[in-house]
Structures are given as structure tokens and as C-alpha cells.
């Protein structure tokens, strides 16, 4: 019988950066769209198996604030996908106490997606298992801005001082407020790079980076992923006693 993989140190959040879908299509022939749609498949699973594993934050990377600038017949179904999968799985998510939240700016999002997304958010707010959070045109670089807007407008209307702000005071502008520091980072697809991804929440996160393309990242390559983890040894900038 397969011996069942437990964490020997528990995760909070783990967050990762989806890719490789369109070499993934591209490697079979099919459109890139194809690999979107397979890869939202690997989405609901990744959800569960955390979950079993007594992880209680998932952060997931499904649409930058750069990849506007791919072809709109591409984007348009990304987002219909995602609407799609949001109506199959919003039950199962009630079920299993899973709550939604997104980061982002999702206004500029098709409507009946965004429409899709707030009822997500409204019927699953009482759950309390795991937060399942997505960002969809999301970009960091553009995240930080918005904090430091928001610090101005506060100092100037003088509802705030400025010694009061910290590392840790800061993080209550960002979209990720009130969520668990990142424990881990993992990529997929071989590429090495944040892509504009929570650069501040990941200052003494893990990084781990696959080779698997997305659609491929089933339980077994996340164990792989959660194994390296557990072989990291999280300093803090402390040393050895
Ligand atoms: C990740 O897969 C999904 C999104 C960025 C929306 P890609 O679409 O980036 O796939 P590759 O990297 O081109 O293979
Ligand atoms: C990062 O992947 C964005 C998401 C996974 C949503 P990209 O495929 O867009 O990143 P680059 O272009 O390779 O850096
Ligand atoms: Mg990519």
C-alpha cells in the first residue's frame, strides 16, 4: 500500500506561479487553450490536496497584469475557463469549507466572470478550512504602488503616522492582508523568475521550482515539491546554535 506523505513541518501558505500550460498544449499538438483548460482541471486538486495536508492558505497565479498582451482570443477563454470552473467546483468548496478571495484588480475582468468570482466570494465567506486565493490581473510591482497610494492619502488626511510604519504595518496595504506569511514558493514549467509575483510577501519564503508543466502537476509532483521543502532549513538570518 502507498505510503501516505505527511508535512513534518506544517505550511501555512504556500502560493504558486501556474505555467508551462501553452507548452504543454504545444508539446501535443493542441492550441494553447487547450493546456488552460487542462490545467484548471489540476487547480480543484491542488485545492484538495493541500487541504488534506492541513495547509491553510493557497495562493495561485492565474493572470498577470502582463498577460493583457497576449492575443485576446487566448485571454477571452482563460476567462471563460475559469468561469466554468468556479460553477463546477463552487459546491464542493462550500462543502469542504473553502473560502475564495481573489488579489488583483478584477474589475477590468469580462463581466459574467466577475459576476462568477463575487458570488464565489459571498457564498463561501464563512468558510474557515482553507483560503483559497487567486490572483487574476494581478501585478505586484502595481500592488505596491496602490500601498503606498493609499499610505499617502492617509498621512496627508493625517489618519496616519508615519513612525508607525513597519515591515509588518506595511503589509495591511497590500491585497494579501490578514493572510498568512508565504512559506513556500513554488514555479512549474522550469522557468526561474517571479514574473511580477508577491515580491514583498515573499522576502523568507521557500522557493521551489519544477520542470513539470502545470497541466502535468498532479499529487505526485507537488510531494516532490513539498519534500525539497522539508529539507530546507528556514534561518531567518539567525545561525546555528
Ligand atoms: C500559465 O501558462 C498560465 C498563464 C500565464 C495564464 P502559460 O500560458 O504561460 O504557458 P507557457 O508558459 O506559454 O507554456
Ligand atoms: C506568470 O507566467 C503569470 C502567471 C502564471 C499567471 P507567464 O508565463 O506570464 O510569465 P513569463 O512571461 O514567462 O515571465
Ligand atoms: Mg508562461
Redesign the pocket.
Known sequence: MKEEFKLTKPINHIAFI?????????KRLLP?TA??KE?CKRIVEVIRYCKKLGIKCVTL????TE?WN?PKS?IDL?FRYLKDFFNDYIQEFIDTKVKFRTMGDISKLPLDTVETIEKAKELTKDCNELIFNICLNYGSQQEIIRAAKQIAKEYKDGTLELESLNPESFTNYLYSKDLPKVDLMIRT?G?ERLSNFILYQVAYAEFVFTDT??PDFKEKQLIECLKEYETRDRRYGKIEE
Open positions: 501556474m505555467d508551462g500550460n501553452g507548452r504543454w498544449a504545444k494553447r493546456g488552460h490545467g497565479y492565474a493572470f498577470s498577460n497576449r487566448e482563460l514549467s522557468e508543466y502545470w
